[in-house]
Structures are given as structure tokens and as C-alpha cells.
């Protein structure tokens, strides 16, 4: 029994390495926490002067500013046209990272590509590898100031400043592009709305003179009952424009679309009440109802008018204009390699990997009095060799 117990007892606990222990073998392998990181550090100094320098050229633009047409003509009529207008961009994203998704598109990035040829300096085979490419190079951000950054990097510093100017010109194409489809589609619209006004302004004009003109009957048709019911229908038409063009980009499901119907809901709404009022107001005598139809369409095609002529007037325009704050001109100076980072960084890194190295060579050294470690590592030693 005491025979079997005699090797336990013999075996040493594990010794645990102490602070004390870890000054001592920082002290005597100080040299080595010197030398070793400033070989490192000197190693990557040097390699980075066998990598290509990169320069950064850099443009910045504001957002461009262009005011809606039926904004710019409800905003002015006042009421609840005024109150629609503020409706019309309620809800959209911030105009910043539209712009900003617009600049990193793919119809940008392919005219670029196409441009400067840079598939073949980039040794891509396919588009998708280009664009990659030219992503990875390009950095395009909007600040907390709202002006957007683009940023360029390439090995030639003048072809940095060209893609980085090119990216302008290619936004104000697509801008432009964009704007005539948008004032296309409301002009057409507008078009259409005031054939329909011109008819039935027509129509009740007739309607009218063939009553006859009573002068104390026309007093008691209210002018500003009318302009009201004018403006308001205005209002019915700028959302129904506003709908169909949100229609043509978003699902029906989308809040900007389900917004709009509301606010097409409640504008019909107040047209029938206005309408009632109005009705009740002039008495159902036939011709004080033609006199308010002639009065109502009369408005209603004059303000039908100033859209259609707003809306040709922003086609003709060409849409928003990219307001350039820096056009971007070739960098003097390198970008990357930064030399005293990347020395530093590895200076650093080598001092870590050299104290990680001696806490486990002290820890080792600590239990190698312990029987069963000994063992591991004779078997360690062993494997290695192998």
C-alpha cells in the first residue's frame, strides 16, 4: 500500500508563473523585445517601397436642387393645394443617398468602364469584374455637412482625377436623362387634363349663353366659393398626377403610394362637401347651376393651363443641374502606402507575438518539473521530429 504511493508522493505540483517571473525573463531576453520588433518594423519600411504608390483624387457636389412642378404651382395657389404640396415629397428617402445611389449605379459604373477602357487596365475578362474593380477604387459618401465626397484612387494620379470628374459629367447625363422621362410623363398628363378642361369650359360657356344673361343672378354665384372649389379640384389633379407617376416606379402596396390615396381620398372628399354647399348656396334655378359650371370650368381651365405650361417649361429645362463645389484636380502627393503606419503597425505586432512568445516559454519552463508534462513534451518533441 505505502509502495504504491511513494511515486504520488515524489511527483511536484505545477509551479504558476508569477509577475516576478515575467519581469525576470522580459529582463533577460530584453534584446530580443528590441531588436526583433525594429527588424520587423525596418523590414516593412522597406517592402513598402517595392509596392506601386496609389493617389486619391477627390470632387464634391451639393445636392442638386430642383423644385417639383406641381409643388412649385400648388405651393402658390394656397389652401389645401398649399397643404398637398408639402405631400408631394412626404415620404421620399433622403434625397443625399439617392444621389449617392445614382453616382454607384451600374449605368455610371458601365459608361466609366466603357470610357477609360478600363477593363483592360484592370485585367478583367468580364463587366461584373470591372465594376468591382472600379467600386474598390471609388469612395462615394455624403457628409454631415449634405454635400456628397467622391473619391477616386488609381496609380496614374491623372486618371484619378479624370474618373473622379467623370463621375460628374456622368451623373448630370443621367440626371438629365431621368428628368425628361419624369417631365415627359407630366406633361402628357397635363396635356390630356387640359383638352378636358378646354371641352367642357366650352361646353358650359355654351350651355350658358343659351340661358341668357341675367346680371342679379351672377351676383348671388360667390366668386370665392368658386376659385375655392377651382383650387381644390387642382389639388384632386396634382395628387392624381403625383399617384400615377409613383405608380410607374413603386408597387401599389408601397406607404408613398398608399399616402397619396389617402390624400386623393380626402381632397374628392372635400370636393363633394364644397360641392353640396355650393349647390345649396345658389339655388337650383337652371341658370344660376350653368352660371357656377361656367365659373367653375373657367377656373379650372385657366389653372389646368399654367401646369401644362410649367410642365413644358421644366422638360425644356433639362432637369436638376449637379452643382460642382470642387472639380477634382491631380493629386501631387501618394496616398497609400503610409510607410511610418504600416512600420509602426508591424513594430507593434512583432512586440506582441515576442511577449506571447516568452509568457509561454515561462509557463513552460515552470511545469516542466511536473512529471505528466514532461511526458507531453517528450512526446511533443517526438511527433516533431517525425
Not at 31 to 53: C, Q, R, W
Not at 106 to 119: P, T, V
Not at 351 to 374: G, I, S
Request: glycine share 6%; proline share 3%; with cysteine.
Amino acid at each position: 500500500m505505502n509502495t504504491h504511493l511513494q511515486p504520488m508522493a515524489a511527483a511536484k505540483p505545477a509551479r504558476e508563473v508569477t509577475f516576478l517571473d515575467m519581469i525576470h525573463t522580459i529582463l533577460v531576453h530584453w534584446k530580443m523585445l528590441i531588436l526583433v520588433p525594429l527588424a520587423a518594423g525596418s523590414l516593412a519600411l522597406g517592402g513598402t517601397y517595392l509596392v506601386t504608390p496609389r493617389f486619391t483624387a477627390s470632387a464634391q457636389i451639393t445636392t442638386p436642387q430642383n423644385q417639383n412642378l406641381a409643388s412649385a404651382l400648388l405651393g402658390n395657389l394656397g389652401g389645401a393645394a398649399g397643404a398637398l404640396a408639402g405631400g408631394l415629397t412626404a415620404g421620399l428617402k433622403n434625397p443625399a443617398d439617392q444621389w449617392i445611389g445614382l453616382l454607384k449605379s451600374r449605368a455610371i459604373a458601365d459608361a466609366l468602364i466603357e470610357r477609360f477602357d478600363l477593363k483592360q487596365r484592370y485585367g478583367a475578362q468580364f463587366m461584373f469584374e470591372a465594376r468591382e474593380s472600379l467600386a474598390g477604387a471609388s469612395r462615394i459618401s455624403v457628409g454631415k455637412d449634405g454635400l456628397i465626397d467622391i473619391e477616386v484612387e488609381d496609380t496614374d494620379p491623372k486618371l484619378a482625377a479624370d474618373l473622379a470628374n467623370a463621375y460628374l459629367e456622368e451623373l448630370q447625363k443621367l440626371a438629365r436623362q431621368m428628368a425628361l422621362s419624369d417631365a415627359a410623363q407630366r406633361r402628357s398628363i397635363f396635356e390630356g387634363l387640359l383638352r378636358k378642361a378646354k371641352d367642357d369650359f366650352t361646353r358650359a360657356e355654351q350651355a350658358l349663353r343659351a340661358t341668357g344673361v341675367n346680371e342679379s343672378l351672377m351676383k348671388i354665384s360667390p366668386t370665392a366659393a368658386m376659385q375655392g372649389l377651382a383650387a381644390l379640384k387642382q389639388s384632386e389633379i396634382a395628387a392624381e398626377v403625383k399617384l400615377s407617376v409613383l405608380r410607374s416606379a413603386l408597387a401599389d402596396s408601397s406607404p408613398e403610394v398608399l399616402q397619396t390615396k389617402r390624400e386623393l381620398s380626402g381632397i374628392r372628399a372635400q370636393l363633394a362637401k364644397l360641392d353640396q354647399t355650393s349647390a345649396a348656396a345658389a339655388g337650383d334655378s337652371d341658370y344660376s347651376a350653368k352660371f357656377r359650371d361656367f365659373q367653375y370650368h373657367s377656373m379650372l381651365f385657366e389653372l389646368t393651363a399654367k401646369q401644362f405650361e410649367l410642365a413644358r417649361i421644366d422638360e425644356a429645362s433639362g432637369g436638376a443641374v449637379v452643382q460642382v463645389i470642387d472639380r477634382a484636380s491631380v493629386p501631387e502627393w501618394k496616398s497609400s502606402p503610409k510607410r511610418g503606419v504600416i512600420a509602426l503597425v508591424t513594430a507593434v505586432l512583432s512586440l506582441f507575438v515576442c511577449l506571447t512568445w516568452l509568457v509561454f516559454k515561462a509557463q513552460l519552463a515552470a511545469t516542466a518539473d511536473d512529471a505528466a508534462t514532461a511526458e507531453k513534451l517528450e512526446r511533443i518533441k517526438a511527433l516533431w521530429r517525425r
